[in-house]
């Protein structure tokens, strides 16, 4: 019987280092040419997806992308059940996310991304601050996709009633633009700025000047010289009729459609709604917006808005992703120039400003050649940490300048409430 047993235990293991072998054997069969993408936008992000995958394919036939809509907010929501339920099979291959969300996935829940360090893409080639938003503890994450170097489109027949020009408004400081806009006000009783959402042009102020609300590992809001001198400019424009601010985004749109504003400070992928308004063509010009007045680090350039594309710990093929991303997303100027034409996307991959497509004059904006300038708006974008809790504070903020400019709250007495606020919200 023992002899049996034994006879069987050994046919037993041999069967399983079959099966076993096998598994091992098949394992590479699953480095199928297939990569799942999530991502959303049909008529933006996707079509970039679309693009890219024909291009690889023109040296990987038998290459395909399995794209999945999803909208951005449904994409994190399942990141985060994958990663309290321990199980990240339910994963793409890769994903697009929010560079605002970054920082505060990779410190939560790092287990959900690969790190493209290995990659073979030269993160040099894009704009510093757009690549420092995936970037943590040295380490990349994502590559970076859409700009949202922040713009200030201005009507130049309004402006010209006042007796000014664009270079009037190009590089110049906030005290030059106050001057001016009182000037373009008096002349023609028209707003110099528009905006919706008043925490946001402060934090493009803030990050203008590099000035992080969040310094190693604490919040820095209550203190920060920066923040309330932006607070201060907000409250100014508002107080001096020269900015309305909308709580309706189709009125803030209508408002420099229909020539109720001379400009806007704003992400460029504001541009196909500015450029809707045919009928104004060449009566437009984009500059930077300006900086702040003696402050050590203080630039013309900001950002707002934008996503990068990652590869998640579940992708069955790396090497496969990341070659796909190193070959078309992350290095190839004639993708860039496809979507540029096609669909409006402005790359922070510095080395497409160079090309032919970013190097047209813009009829809309007076010949001026506004792709590349804006290619070049953001590669100054300065550095500006957030941490994990770019949400919290945006919505602090927004709480701080709401009672100022309604209520005539003090301005340092508010930055006091929004860290408390912040420091409650995140647990310390």
């Known amino acids: 019987m023992k002899k049996l047993l034994a006879v069987a235990l050994i046919a037993l293991m ?25 991502a959303w936008d049909p008529n933006f992000n996707i079509p970039a997806l679309l693009e890219a995958e024909k291009i690889y394919q023109e040296t990987h036939p038998d290459f395909k992308l399995n794209i999945v809509e999803n909208p951005s907010k449904d994409i994190e929501v399942k990141f985060v059940t994958a990663d309290q339920a321990g199980d990240y099979s339910t994963l793409p291959d890769i994903f697009l996310m929010q560079d605002n969300s970054y920082q505060k996935f990779i410190a939560n829940y790092p287990g959900i991304f690969t790190t493209l360090d290995n990659s073979g893409i030269n993160f040099n080639d894009f704009a510093a601050g757009k690549s420092a938003m995936s970037t943590a503890n040295g380490k990349h994450y994502g590559v970076p996709f859409d700009n949202g170097a922040v713009i200030m489109p201005i009507r130049t027949d309004i402006i010209a009633k006042a007796g000014l020009t664009v270079a009037d408004f190009d590089g110049i400081t906030w005290s030059q633009f106050f001057e001016n806009a009182t000037k373009v006000k008096k002349a023609t009783g028209i707003d110099m700025l528009t905006t919706s959402g008043g925490s946001e042009i402060v934090l493009m102020i803030l990050q203008s000047a590099g000035a992080s609300p969040y310094v190693n590992g604490k919040v820095n809001i209550a203190n920060n010289a920066v923040l309330e001198e932006a607070i201060n400019i907000y409250a100014r424009l508002i107080k001096e009729g020269l900015m309305t601010d909308y709580t309706d985004w189709d009125q803030y749109i209508a408002s420099f459609n229909t020539g109720k504003a001379a400009g806007l400070i704003q992400g460029n992928w504001i541009i196909s709604s500015i450029t809707a308004a045919q009928d104004q063509s060449g009566n437009w010009a984009v500059v930077p917006l300006p900086k702040l007045d003696g402050v050590a680090g203080a630039t013309n350039f900001s950002n707002s808005g934008g996503a990068s594309w990652a590869v998640s710990s579940a992708c069955k093929n790396k090497e496969l992703a990341f070659d796909f991303l ?22 922070t991959y510095l080395p497409a400003a160079k090309s032919s ?72």
């Open 14 to 38: 041999a069967l399983t280092a079959v099966f076993a072998n096998g598994a091992k054997e098949s394992a590479p069969a699953e480095k199928t040419n297939t990569l799942t993408v999530w």
């Open 326 to 347: 190193k070959t078309t997303l992350g290095s190839n100027t004639d993708l860039y120039d496809t979507l540029l034409v096609n669909n409006g996307v402005i790359t």
């Open 357 to 428: 497509k970013y190097q047209d004059p813009v009829e809309f904006f007076g010949g001026q050649k506004v792709y590349s300038d804006i290619v070049s708006y953001a590669n100054g974008v300065p550095n500006c940490d957030f941490g994990s809790y770019y949400n919290d504070i945006r919505s602090a903020i927004t709480d701080a300048i709401t009672n100022v400019v309604q209520k005539g709250a003090d301005v340092k007495a508010e930055m006091k409430k929004a860290q408390e606020a912040v420091e409650f919200a995140i647990g310390g």
